[in-house]
């Protein structure tokens, strides 16, 4: 056996070994880039070409083939970077970045890389938009965040969908509440999915689910997910501010959070599951749980205990990046993309 061979076989032991709890998912490869990634991850996509693009905090967006790693839209004002990143999403065969709440910079793949192509804004009023994910389905825009209907405050009116044409004009707000006490849920991570002509809802600080009908635009159930005895939920005050001490302290309480209860991570569909991923506080345990519910009932049907963080999947192939988030944990210190094969495709 050459040393070339036996160090696959042993990387791919590893990397079974680094999965416990479902016996059919099954390592593919691994592949190692020579980037450096500090920022956490905030989210990923597989574009047309089945090629990972991802976003991490503070850090430009990066293009992962099997072959090599390319920056792209980095930061500045010119048309092929950007000032900041809120969300990402497909547009077509193309990607759409949504530069700020009601601006979206389409970029197109070209020679390895993706360059911009068009900007496209959204018709909106002058209240708080606090996107966080999006998809384009039906022609539409679905974005998850939070949207003000006036200049906010505790009796203040937010959808956490909203809905736009491809022409950028106000179609439709859904999941509307209220708050009478100051709450800061703009600071939450809201998913978006899309599949089978549905869209799903998920907030990062509750195991729920919300369906959405992307054509009558309407909410056609609401699920709470169940959740393993491991999962450590967020106190439902930790985002209510409401006396001067956690006024001062929020922020602080917002990395404790991250660091000390059972957050939604990373969010998927694919081959018939919903996975969402979280992490988990048990030292005798892996990092991260990921759970695949079943799209039609959402019942739980496979669960993962893994030390890698995942990414995001399609047609049957799972993401990760190698060793944890590389904003939080310490290990993930070595730019890593893993892929594990689902057997049982539905």
């Not at 079974?16 to 990923?44: C, H, W």
């Not at 099997?66 to 970077?81: H, I, L, N, R």
């Not at 360059?115 to 938009?129: A, I, M, N, Q, S």
């Not at 190698?322 to 310490?330: H, I, M, T």
Request: glycine letters at 6%; one cysteine or more.
């Amino acid at each position: 056996m050459s040393i070339k061979t036996s160090l696959l076989t042993a990387a791919i032991i590893l990397m079974s070994m680094a999965l416990q709890g479902v016996e059919n998912l099954k390592p593919e490869r691994q592949t190692a880039y020579e980037d450096e990634i500090y920022g956490r991850f905030s989210g990923a996509l597989l574009d047309k070409d089945s090629d990972l693009i991802a976003s991490f905090y503070a850090t430009p967006l990066r293009l992962f083939t099997p072959e090599k790693s390319v920056q792209f839209a980095t930061m500045g004002q010119g048309p092929d970077q950007l000032i900041n990143l809120w969300a990402q999403c497909l547009y077509n065969d193309d990607l759409a970045l949504f530069e700020m709440p009601n601006k979206i910079k389409i970029f197109t793949k070209k020679d390895g890389t993706y360059v911009w192509k068009e900007t496209k804004w959204l018709k909106r009023g002058p209240y708080l938009h606090v996107p966080s994910s999006a998809v384009f389905l039906d022609n539409k825009w679905f974005i998850a965040g939070s949207s003000f209907h006036d200049m906010g405050g505790k009796d203040s009116p937010v959808s956490f969908v909203t809905v736009y044409g491809s022409d950028g004009t106000l179609v439709k707000e859904l999941i509307d509440k209220k708050f009478d006490k100051p709450f800061m849920h703009m600071q939450l991570n809201y998913f978006i999915l899309a599949a089978d002509s549905k869209a799903y809802f998920l907030p990062e600080n509750e195991l729920k689910v919300t369906v959405i009908d992307p054509v009558e635009l309407k909410v056609t159930k609401e699920v709470s997910l169940e959740s393993p005895e491991y999962y450590k939920p967020m106190p439902p005050d930790f985002y209510l501010i409401d006396t001067p001490e956690k006024q001062k302290d929020f922020l602080k309480q917002l990395e404790y959070w991250r660091y000390s209860y059972s957050r939604l991570t990373a969010a998927a569909v694919d081959s018939g599951y919903l996975i969402v991923q979280f992490r988990v506080f048990d030292e005798k345990m892996k990092k991260f749980a990921l759970l695949f519910y079943n799209l039609g009932n959402f019942k739980l049907e496979k669960t993962v205990l893994t030390n890698d963080c995942f990414m995001t999947a399609g047609n049957g192939k799972y993401y990760f990046y190698a060793d944890g988030d590389p904003g939080y944990d310490e290990e993930a210190d070595k730019t890593v993309i893993k892929v594990f094969n689902l057997e049982d495709k539905k």
